[in-house]
């Protein structure tokens, strides 16, 4: 069983650019999380879909993101403009329910500069 | 505002000793705990998990202690094993919350050989 996948794995841009960030769950999970980790700091709570609704978006931290999981299943994240401190590993997780724990990407590393 | 913490940024251990990694919590909702363990350049993998309604999981050599009263988790690790050098992720969530976790700032184990 494939586990949780995420394109690109590195990803360097320009302070006011876009970028697009995949995660594909594993296959019939429902549930889909991202997460991030910036300069080295705690992981953060991001969002959460069940299927293709938000569940809780609490986490994102301002409108230049924006996560999308259309037909539920992979999902993108967006960030439009990027800033500076945008840069970090972004994870995505999946898991089958709520209630069991969640497996993990291997995450997005993104330089801003 | 921290509400996983572990205080311990890193932690040495001889080969075949015990490893005993600690995590505090102030959030009194938190009702399920996880431990995750990464890799550098890989996304967290799920180690062991316990439920507020225990005070003790074991797999393998893997044990957590979860003391509720003292808002406090311990991941005892025995014996250690080179290949268990990683950083440790502590996490909790509220259980209304589903997976929304809360991770705290991790700590990084180095098992000597």
């Known amino acids: 069983e494939a586990g949780v996948t995420q394109f690109p794995s590195h990803s360097v841009i320009e302070k006011g650019q876009t970028v697009t960030l995949r995660c594909d769950p594993i296959?019939?999970?429902?549930?889909l999380y991202w997460y991030r980790r910036v300069m080295g700091k705690e992981i953060k709570f991001l969002l959460h879909f069940v299927k293709e609704s938000k569940q809780d978006e609490s986490g994102m931290p301002n409108n230049r993101f924006l996560a999308e999981r259309t037909g539920g299943t992979y999902s993108t994240l967006k960030v439009q403009p990027a800033e500076l401190e945008d840069s970090g590993v972004y994870f995505c997780a999946s898991s089958r329910t709520s209630g069991t724990e969640a497996f993990f990407g291997q995450g997005t590393r993104l330089t801003v500069v | 505002d921290q509400q996983v913490k572990q205080n311990s940024p890193s932690l040495s251990v001889q080969e075949g000793r015990i490893s005993i990694l600690n995590c505090d919590y102030t959030n009194s909702m938190f009702d399920y705990f996880l431990w995750y363990k990464k890799y550098p350049a890989e996304g967290p993998t799920f180690l062991i998990s316990?439920?507020?309604?225990?005070d003790k999981n074991e797999d393998g050599r893997f044990t957590v202690f979860l003391n509720k009263s003292a808002k406090h988790l311990s991941l005892h690790i025995v014996p250690s094993q080179p290949g268990d050098s990683a950083v440790y992720f502590c996490a909790a969530t509220p259980d209304n919350y589903g997976q929304n976790f809360v991770f705290g700032p991790g700590t990084r184990l180095s098992v000597l050989p």
């Open positions: 316990i439920s507020s309604i225990k």
């Open positions: 296959s019939g999970h429902d549930n």
